[in-house]
């Protein structure tokens, strides 16, 4: 049973940095992509941004030049940095992966989501 814990997110100034981690454990996928989502209430769980299992990217628009995303495969493990944080960026953020190794930002392709860690952008 493969699990995705997710670590990190909290309470941030408007501006200032935050950094997401999602660890899978359990017996993972051979190959795998992953992604982070994120939800706000009232609203559809959108992309953030997402990783193939050979390093490519994709980024919502409204993220690029401040969320970078990476992953280290050995460990597997997916990080999210956040800078430049706004007010519009909080929600709670979701870790997710699927079965292929290619990248995708529609949530109902991913298999697995990690519990959703709540993201708070103070002004």
């Known amino acids: 049973q493969v699990q995705l814990v997710e670590s990190g997110g909290g309470l941030v100034q408007a501006g200032g940095p935050l950094r997401l981690s999602c660890a899978a454990s359990?017996?993972?996928?051979?190959?795998?992509?992953m992604g982070w989502f994120r939800q706000a209430p009232g609203e559809e769980r959108e992309s953030v941004a997402t990783?193939?299992?050979?390093?490519?990217?994709y980024y919502a628009e409204s993220v690029k030049g401040r969320f970078t995303i990476s992953s280290d495969n050995a460990v597997n493990t997916v990080y999210l940095q956040m800078n430049s944080l706004k007010p519009e960026n909080q929600g709670i953020y979701y870790c997710?992966?699927?079965?292929?190794?290619?990248?995708?930002?529609?949530?109902?392709?991913?298999?697995?989501w990690g519990q959703g860690n709540q993201v708070t952008v103070s002004s």
């Open positions: 990783i193939s299992w050979y390093g490519s990217i």
């Open positions: 359990g017996r993972t996928f051979s190959r795998y992509a």
């Open positions: 997710a992966a699927r079965r292929v190794a290619g990248y995708s930002p529609q949530a109902y392709e991913y298999d697995l």
